[in-house]
Each structure stands twice: as structure tokens, then as C-alpha cells.
């Protein structure tokens, strides 16, 4: 990501002329309410506050390109770029245990999964993480299980 | 508020049931203090939805021990290894590391604990004899009224976003936008539902919290770990050096009186501003004690000086912010924003209510702040010397535990999956606000205070016929939005007055 913060100014535009634009064609939300004039109606902060944000989203924009790539966030060195992998693979990790858990309805099965795999790709040895699966997995079951009674597998 | 509710307060605050939640929240407060990288706002945000389950007095006593513990605690790890382990506790690696190094790391811990407890004492104070008569002030409000104080703490948090008051104008913005998913609040129109019954309500408020500082936070510090930073801090751990005496000498406890009173009425203050936490109070009582002392090169150097007066203004800091949360509304920083969130979910409504329909329970916050002061000071002597073992947990560990208890708090607060995905988008979006250098805080602010802003904005216009004079003709909206463009221009009329000091400088 050389650019800066073209990007995520880029982006921030595009969501805040969405929104205005999106509140605008929509019928229930207008700009002014019907009961009385000059009151704002439902549609009056959306519409406003998309275009402050797609404003500001602009600025953003033309001050990333004006940093002509001086201002740099994601630099990619070899330790970053095995952090970023271990990131990825522990966002996908959780992402695959929500959808364990919700098709299963298991949730106290699929917690120790998801305790052992970070702990395997947080570089943990075997034996720790076989204790502190058990160990954390029984905290949970014992303390919001049978302690507080979460019904986790609704 | 009367004598009758002050003692009820205190007998319901002794109940063993409550005393035995605070001493918990302490332990905990403390083990996450001292830890780098785990903040009392995480803390907060885990523990909040937790706390749920038991009674409001025994919940609040848990948050109030750990918010008071991990802000003292977080000097811990400064002094023994040289990294704050919360931001409020920068300058005490100032100072606490050097005297650490010089074999006086008892009394560097002893200090913290001391200190911070009087600063947490004194704050409490100014909080319990000035919230009253705030709150009685804040009577005479009206939605014009309301509508400028939230724009007013918006504008204070976008004011100290440092070089980024574009992002965080562009952050504030977006938590109110995302503020207006649900009912509209004047005339109930569905916004941006998209025909799930989920979103009627709106975002939760807490979900957002515990994701963007839970696994948000864990997220990011997997993107920016370091090896050598780990190498260099196990480096520091391995040194072990002699604590030696904890307390310090009458003599000594005589020549701080006079810099830590300036402090803990400094963190006072500054805590009572919104936004501005105990990171700018210690920093500002820590320079404005250099200027004052008689020993301005001792400090940086193991100044038992520097490390008192830091350890005083970050724990008053959380008086002060308590007072312009309970009577304002409005929140001083990132946890008060979540005991807001907390009070929302009792049932609660800061401001003048709090001291009307649950004056008994204000009282009773007043006397856990207390008690967890007094908590965390015996605890805190007691364990300064075996305080170091709990620095010895790693990273990876503590990522682990945090992710699966933001999953599992964000569910317990309704028994909904909805809440838990909310978390985990929050934890994306907080992730990739801190790689782009976007401040949070503006973010949590205007989700928070975005249905105040616009419901009192819409209600006053409806009671001034439409008419946007309402806002400057009535005095105290008048005098808040005079605050609010000052907070704006201040900064812009500052960078200029440099730009051209420098540049006549230069001339010269």
C-alpha cells in the first residue's frame, strides 16, 4: 500500500456518497419531515452525514495524493509479511469456528478447536496447548455453561 | 443527595457479596494493567457483558476495581520493564525504570501504588462534593442544550486526534452515521435495516467496544509483533535486579505532598474534559512538575519526584471523567463510554436522573471508587514484590484468551449471534483503523452520542418551528457552541501563529 491514505480515502468517499445517495432514493427517509416545515425528517442526517463523510473521504483522498507515497502503512518486511500469514490464518480460523458453530450448534465442541488452532498457529508447543485447551475450555464450560447459563447452541 | 441515601449506599457497598466482586475486579485489574498491551479499556470491554449476570451493585463494584487497578497497575511493567503497560502510564518508565536500574524498584512499586491511590482518593472526592451541583445545573437543560454538549464531547475527541483531525472528523462522522441504523427517533422510520428485525434496535453499542479493543486489538499487535522488541523485553525481565524497601521515608512523603496535590487537581481537571485521558494528565503533570521542581535534571533520570506526580495524575483522572460522565452524559474516554453502554443496559440514563430516580445507586459508584482505592492500595503493598511474576505471561497467550472471550461476552449480552458478528466486523474495522492511523476514539464517540445529537436536534427544531436560532439564542447552547468552534480553530489558529513564528525567524 504505497499510496498513503488514497485508499482509504477512496473508500470512505465511495461509502459516504453511498449512504447519501442510497438515503436520498429511498421513500421512507426524507430530507424534511411531512408533519411540519423546515423540520428535518428521518432521512436529514443520513443524507448529511453520508456527505460530510463523502467530503472528507475526498480531502483524504487529494491530501494521500499529495503525500506522493511518503506516507506509507502497510510496509512489508519479511517479519511483517509472516505476521500478516498468522493474521490471515487466525481471521479464517475464528471465520470457520462461527460457522462450525452455527452448524453444529456446538459451541462448547467447537471452542477447544478454535483455542488449540490459535495456539498452534501462535506458535505453541504441543503439551502447553493441550493444557491450556483443557484447561481454558473448561473455564468457559464450568463459568458461562453452568455458572451463568448461556445458551450458547441457540 | 441526602444522609439516609449516602448511608444506604454504604451498607449496600459492604455486603460481602459486593466487597468480594471488588477484590476480584482488583486482581483482574491488576494482572491486566501490568500486562503490555492489555489496556484497561480491553479489560472493561470483556469484563462489561460478564457482569450482566450478577446483581447492578456487585457488577459495577467488579468494573470499578478493575478500572481504578489497571490504571495503577499499568506502571508496573513501566518501572520493571521499562514498557507502560497501559498509555497512561508513559511517564512512568520515565522515571520508575531509572530508579528500577538503581536497585530502588521497591520503592518505585511502592510509590506507584501510594500515589496512585491518592490521586484515585482526592479525585473521588472532587467527584462526590461537585457532581451535585453539576447535575442541578444541567436542570435547566433542554434538547438545544443536549444537542451542543454532544457535539461538544465530539468535538473535544476530533481536537485530540493529534496530526489526524481530518480522520477524525471523517471517524466522528461515521459513528454517528452508523448511529442512525435502526428506528429514526423522532418518528420511527426504519433506516437502513435492510429488512432484519435485528437491526431495529440499532448497532449495540457494547459488541462494537469489546471488538474494536478486544480481538481489534489483538489483531493488530499479531501485525506489528516484533521478535526483537520480545528478545529485548525478556532481556529486561531476566535482569531481576534487588527491589529492596518499598515505602518511602517521612521525609520523603513530606517534600511530594506539594507536587502530587498539584497533580491529582490537574488529573482532575483534565480527566472532567472529554476525551482527554490519563495519557495527556500524566504527560502535563509530569512537565508542569519538571518546570516547578527544585530538581528539574532528576527528572527522566529516577526522580522519586516525576514517578509520584505521574503515578497521581493517571489514577485522578478517573474522578474526573466519572463526573462528566455521571452528570453529563457525556464520556471523559473509552471506558467511561462502556460504563455508559453498562448503565444504558441496567436500565440507567446518566445526567440529572442519575441523582433523581437512582441516587442510591450513584452513591453507591461513589463509594466503590473509593473502596476500590483503598482495595487496590492494600493489595497493591501487599503484592509490589511478587507483582513482576505476572509480566512473565506471554503474548500469545493472552491472544488466545482475549479472542474466545470476546466472542463469548459479545453472545452472553443477549444470547445473540447477531451481536457476536457485529463484534467481529468491529474488530476488522478497529484492526484496519490502527494500520491506517485512524483515531478510535471519534468512532466510539459518535455511535454513542450520535441518537443524543440527533434526537435533541430534531426535538429542538421541532420546538423552535423549524428555526436554527434556537441553538445560539438560548445561553448555555450558546456558550458550548462558542466551545465548539474555539476547540476547532484553536488548533489551526496555533499551527498558524508557528508557521509564521517561524518563518519571521527565519527571516531574521
Not at chain 2, 457488577?59 to 497512561?88: C, D, E, H, K, Q
Not at chain 2, 480522520?167 to 432484519?196: E, H, M, N, W
Not at chain 2, 455521571?326 to 443496559?345: E, F, K, Y
Not at chain 2, 445560539?472 to 480553530?489: G, Q
Request: with cysteine.
Amino acid at each position: 500500500m504505497h499510496k498513503g491514505d488514497t485508499i482509504p480515502g477512496l473508500i470512505t468517499a465511495l461509502f459516504g456518497f453511498s449512504v447519501a445517495i442510497y438515503t436520498l432514493v429511498e421513500d421512507t427517509m426524507r430530507w424534511n419531515a411531512q408533519s411540519s416545515d423546515g423540520v428535518p425528517g428521518a432521512g436529514f442526517f443520513p443524507v448529511l452525514l453520508g456527505f460530510v463523510v463523502g467530503i472528507l473521504g475526498v480531502a483524504l483522498t487529494v491530501r494521500g495524493l499529495y503525500q506522493k507515497g511518503s506516507v506509507q502503512y502497510f510496509k512489508l518486511d519479511p517479519e511483517i509479511k509472516k505476521n500478516l500469514k498468522t493474521l490471515a490464518l487466525a481471521v479464517v480460523g475464528i471465520v470457520v469456528f462461527f460457522i462450525l458453530w452455527q452448524t453444529t450448534k456446538q459451541f462448547i465442541l467447537c471452542v477447544p478447536i478454535l483455542c488449540f488452532y490459535l495456539n498452534v498457529i501462535f506458535g505453541r508447543n504441543l503439551k502447553y496447548n493441550l493444557i491450556y485447551t483443557v484447561v481454558f475450555t473448561a473455564f468457559l464450560y464450568l463459568a458461562f455453561v453452568k455458572g451463568f447459563s448461556v445458551q450458547f447452541n441457540m | 443527595m441526602s444522609a439516609e441515601i449516602w448511608i444506604g449506599a454504604l451498607q449496600l457497598c459492604f455486603q460481602p457479596s459486593v466487597i468480594l466482586f471488588l477484590a476480584i475486579g482488583v486482581v483482574i485489574g491488576t494482572a491486566i494493567g501490568a500486562l503490555p498491551g492489555l489496556s484497561a479499556t480491553m479489560g472493561i470491554a470483556i469484563m462489561t457483558p460478564i457482569t450482566f449476570w450478577f446483581d447492578p451493585a456487585d457488577g459495577f463494584a467488579m468494573l470499578m476495581g478493575l478500572w481504578n487497578a489497571a490504571i495503577f497497575a499499568g506502571g508496573i511493567s513501566a518501572i520493571l520493564v521499562n514498557t507502560p503497560g497501559t498509555p497512561a502510564s508513559i511517564t512512568q518508565s520515565f522515571d520508575g525504570y531509572s530508579l528500577y536500574r538503581q536497585g530502588k524498584g521497591g520503592l518505585a512499586l511502592g510509590i506507584n501504588v501510594i500515589y496512585s491511590f491518592i490521586g484515585g482518593v482526592f479525585s473521588t472526592f472532587c467527584l462526590i462534593l461537585f457532581s451535585t451541583p453539576i447535575a442541578r445545573f444541567t436542570i435547566s437543560f433542554n434538547a438545544p442544550e443536549y444537542c451542543m454538549l454532544a457535539l461538544f464531547g465530539l468535538s473535544m475527541m476530533v481536537a485530540v486526534s493529534g496530526g489526524n483531525m481530518l480522520k477524525g472528523l471523517i471517524l466522528g462522522a461515521a459513528g454517528i452515521l452508523l448511529s442512525c441504523v435502526g428506528l429514526d427517533p423522532i418518528l420511527s422510520v426504519k433506516r437502513f435495516t435492510f429488512g432484519q428485525t435485528a437491526l431495529l434496535g440499532g448497532i449495540s453499542f457494547i459488541p462494537v467496544m469489546i471488538g474494536m479493543f478486544g480481538i481489534g486489538e489483538v489483531l493488530y499487535q499479531i501485525y506489528t509483533h516484533r521478535k526483537e522488541d520480545q528478545a529485548r523485553e525478556l532481556e529486561a525481565r531476566k535482569v531481576n535486579l534487588s527491589l529492596g524497601r518499598v515505602l518511602p521515608t517521612s521525609k520523603q512523603a513530606k517534600q511530594l505532598l506539594g507536587p502530587t496535590m498539584i497533580a491529582a487537581v490537574e488529573g482532575t481537571i483534565i480527566g472532567a474534559i472529554p476525551a482527554a485521558g490519563g495519557d495527556i494528565a500524566s504527560i502535563i503533570s509530569w512537565g508542569n512538575a519538571r518546570k516547578m521542581s527544585k530538581h528539574p535534571e532528576e527528572y527522566g533520570k529516577g526522580s522519586i519526584e516525576g514517578l509520584a506526580v505521574s503515578s497521581t495524575a493517571n489514577n485522578a483522572v478517573i474522578g474526573g471523567a466519572m463526573t462528566t460522565m455521571m452528570t453529563l452524559g457525556i464520556p471523559g474516554d473509552a471506558v467511561t463510554a462502556i460504563l455508559i453502554g453498562s448503565l444504558t443496559m441496567y436500565g440507567m440514563q446518566p445526567g440529572i436522573k442519575m441523582f433523581t430516580e437512582n441516587a442510591s445507586f450513584t452513591a453507591q459508584i461513589m463509594i466503590l471508587m473509593l473502596l476500590a482505592n483503598l482495595v487496590f492500595l492494600i493489595f497493591g503493598l501487599a503484592t509490589a514484590k511478587i507483582s513482576a511474576k505476572v509480566l512473565n505471561v506471554s503474548q500469545p497467550t493472552v491472544w488466545t484468551a482475549v479472542s474466545i472471550l470476546c466472542v463469548v461476552g459479545s453472545f452472553a449480552l443477549n444470547n445473540r449471534f447477531f451481536d457476536v458478528m457485529v463484534m467481529f466486523a468491529a474488530a476488522l474495522l478497529g484492526f484496519f483503523f490502527k494500520v491506517f492511523d485512524f483515531p478510535t476514539g471519534p468512532f466510539v464517540l459518535g455511535l454513542l452520542l450520535g441518537s443524543m445529537l440527533e434526537s435533541n436536534m430534531r426535538r429542538a427544531l421541532v420546538m423552535s418551528h423549524g428555526s436554527w436560532m434556537t441553538f445560539v439564542t438560548r445561553p448555555v447552547s450558546c456558550v458550548l457552541f462558542i466551545a465548539i468552534i474555539l476547540t476547532f480553530c484553536l488548533p489551526l489558529f496555533k499551527k498558524l501563529w508557528n508557521n509564521r513564528k517561524a518563518a519571521s525567524q527565519k527571516a531574521e
